[in-house]
């Protein structure tokens, strides 16, 4: 997902999140699972495929948690 450390920096901690999400999903050899499509566009500051049902989705799925 993350080329560079110079990209990595310029990332959002939600961003970063789900970087991490989809390199672990990514190594554990699940990348057709759901979660797996979600945090991939999502590390990649794509729209969620997933959208919830708050008004800021499908740009950030923080305030969901909030």
Do not use: C, F
Request: aromatic share 4%.
């Amino acid at each position: 997902m993350v080329a560079t450390s110079s990209k990595q920096l310029q990332m959002s901690t939600e961003i970063r999140n789900w970087d991490v999400v989809a390199k672990a999903l990514e190594a554990a050899g699940n990348t057709s699972s759901e979660m797996y499509i979600r945090a991939a566009a999502l590390a990649q500051g794509k729209l969620d495929p997933m959208p919830t049902s708050h008004p800021e989705a499908p740009y950030s799925i923080s305030a969901v948690a909030g």
